[in-house]
Nanobody
Framework: QVQLVESGGGSVQAGGSLRLSCVASGVTYSSHCMAWFRQAPGKEREGVAAIYSGDGSTLYADSVKGRFTISRDNYKNTVYLQMNSLKPEDTGMYHC?????????????????WGQGTQVTVSS
C-alpha cells in the first residue's frame, strides 16, 4: 500500500519561504509522477507543481512559476517543494500525490494516492 507523508508546513509572513517534504513508501511503479496540490477553504483543489521520476521533467501552475521549485530524491523516495516569495493567496492545505506514468496537474485524475496534507498559512 502506497503511503505519502507530508511535512514542513507552517505560518509565515508574505515574502517568506517554506520547504515542504513528501516521503513516499510502498511505491512499486517503475515510473511515476509526484506532485503537490493545494486547497484553500471554499475552493477547489488545484495543482501546484509536479515532477516525473523518469527524466526529472517538471510542471508548474502559472501562479507559482518563478517562486516555487519542485525537486526529488529518488533514493529517499522524497519530493520537495521550495516555496519562496510567498503570498497570502498561497495559503491552503498542501497535499502530495503520486501516480504511475507521466505528469499532470489535473486534480480529477483517478488511480492516484494522496497524502493527508500539511497546512501553509501566509499572512499579509
Amino acid at each position: 500500500q502506497v503511503q505519502l507523508v507530508e511535512s514542513g508546513g507552517g505560518s509565515v509572513q508574505a515574502g517568506g519561504s517554506l520547504r515542504l517534504s513528501c516521503v513516499a513508501s510502498g511505491v512499486t511503479y517503475s515510473s511515476h509522477c509526484m506532485a503537490w496540490f493545494r486547497q484553500a477553504p471554499g475552493k477547489e483543489r488545484e495543482g501546484v507543481a509536479a515532477i516525473y521520476s523518469g527524466d526529472g521533467s517538471t510542471l508548474y501552475a502559472d501562479s507559482v512559476k518563478g517562486r516555487f521549485t519542485i525537486s526529488r530524491d529518488n533514493y529517499k523516495n522524497t519530493v520537495y517543494l521550495q516555496m519562496n516569495s510567498l503570498k497570502p493567496e498561497d495559503t491552503g492545505m498542501y497535499h502530495c500525490r503520486i501516480h504511475s506514468g507521466s505528469c499532470s496537474l489535473d486534480a480529477t485524475l483517478v488511480f492516484v494516492y494522496w497524502g493527508q496534507g500539511t497546512q501553509v498559512t501566509v499572512s499579509s
